[in-house]
Nanobody
Framework: QVKLVESGGASVQAGGSLRLSCAAY???????????MGWFRQAPGKEREGVAW????????YYADSVQGRFTISRDNAENTLSLQMNSLEPEDAAMYYC?????????????????WGQGTQVTVSS
């Protein structure tokens, strides 16, 4: 139903900022604005974890405790894009970051509804 392509990953120093982007290519019979969108990350040797999600219209957002107050998720339904602004980066934020789409409603604390995934973009944070 949807193809996701992330970009923006880079190597930065602790305390720095990065902005990740995700372009969504949606099949003609579907609409980007009907998907709840999210960002996940996976560090080497660790399980994938949810970072943030945003509702279909963009009015509701949810963040993992570890990034609350530092990261901001946003979307542009006219451009079929998703962004993640990451500030005050810490070495613990280093990971492969994935864009994901959920065809059903997202709920606070739940990450299980996401069904479509991008290939990821690498974020490295040096201390």
């Amino acid at each position: 139903q949807v193809k996701l392509v992330e970009s923006g990953g880079a190597s930065v120093q602790a305390g720095g900022s990065l902005r990740l982007s995700c372009a969504a290519y949606v099949y003609p019979q579907y609409s980007y604005s009907t998907y709840c969108m999210g960002w996940f990350r996976q560090a080497p040797g660790k399980e994938r974890e949810g970072v943030a999600w945003i509702s279909t219209g963009g009015s509701i957002t949810y963040y993992a405790d570890s990034v609350q107050g530092r990261f901001t998720i946003s979307r542009d339904n006219a451009e079929n894009t998703l962004s993640l602004q990451m500030n005050s980066l810490e070495p613990e934020d280093a990971a492969m970051y994935y864009c994901a789409a959920s065809p059903s409603r997202c709920y606070s604390g739940s990450w299980s509804s996401f069904r479509y995934w991008g290939q990821g973009t690498q974020v490295t944070v040096s201390s």
